[in-house]
């Protein structure tokens, strides 16, 4: 029997362990090691070292929740952008506009559920006639979308300022969404052998859990129904999907529709958890960006991977090294960018 037919039994011929055995031990490390800085008591020096647990798991969870926010905007650019390559700049425009609108329409109805609903929709629309009248017009011409859509959101930059000033706004979220929770890690024990636990804002792991939400449901989308078989068709052989009798403009008005209204529902989930200002635009189009490239074009799973690095690296920065915790973020994008170009979960091309 030659080496090739000889059965893959997970053991090398040395009687060691394989290479995936190998990983999966490493990862159950990994995992045991987090276990124990998030549920144990920690010694002296390791407070000493990370400045304190409470510090270092505020840290991990304000990542981790703005990783979801990352997610949810970067999801729908994810469907435009990496999924369609149709560059729209102007994305972090129809974040920012649907959380002035979003912040409108709660303060003339009194209802925040109205709000997120009203700017998904909104938004949505503007997403379609963004793509008939520019992308349809555009296609397959990447210089030409770029300069467009800059344009476009410049003058949408200008005309919010116009509307609204340059004043912060904060959405305020309804009181069943307010307070926090407190969570079974311990921080602290006081000397007379009582546990402090550490206590999270609520709407925060909301945002998480909305992300998770929408991940799940983009990915089902894509990849187990007949409206995601279509959308991926459409991309690879736009000509062949025409020719089996699908409305394929009706398609990419669909996905654009999707890609806009989930900027819409950032705008409110993020300008409820954060603030409202202008520049806020500029900011979750890089992080967009980011996002896709690191995680990979198209890739639902990789845009998680991608929010998961980028939010994470930002508050750590933040806590931990305060100077330089913005180049984290590109240091992660070069070295992935050198290692695997296409993006941690993206397809060789």
Known sequence: MSLAEQPKTGIDSAGGISRRQGWGLFWLLVAALLAWLVFATWPAWLNDILISKKAFISAILNGITLAGLYFLVASGFT????LMRNVNLAHGSLFLLGAYLGYAVTQWTGNWLVGVVASFLILAVIGVLMQMIVFRRLEGDDLRQTLVTIGISILAADLMLAVWGGQTYQLETPDWLSGAI?????????SNGASVFLTYPFYRLVVLAAAIVVGV??????NRTRVGMMIRAGVDDRAMLSASG???HLVFAAVFAIGAGLAGFAGVVGGSALSIAPGEDIRYLLASLVVVIVGGMGSIPGAAIGALLIGLA???GLVYFPTYGVVLTFVIMVVTLAIRPQGIMGKSL
Do not use: D, K, S
């Open 79 to 82: 469907l435009v952008f990496g």
């Open 182 to 190: 407190t969570l079974p890690v311990i921080t602290a024990v006081r």
């Open 314 to 316: 930002e508050q750590i």
């Open 246 to 248: 699908v409305n394929v």
């Open 217 to 222: 449901g983009l990915w089902l989308m894509l």
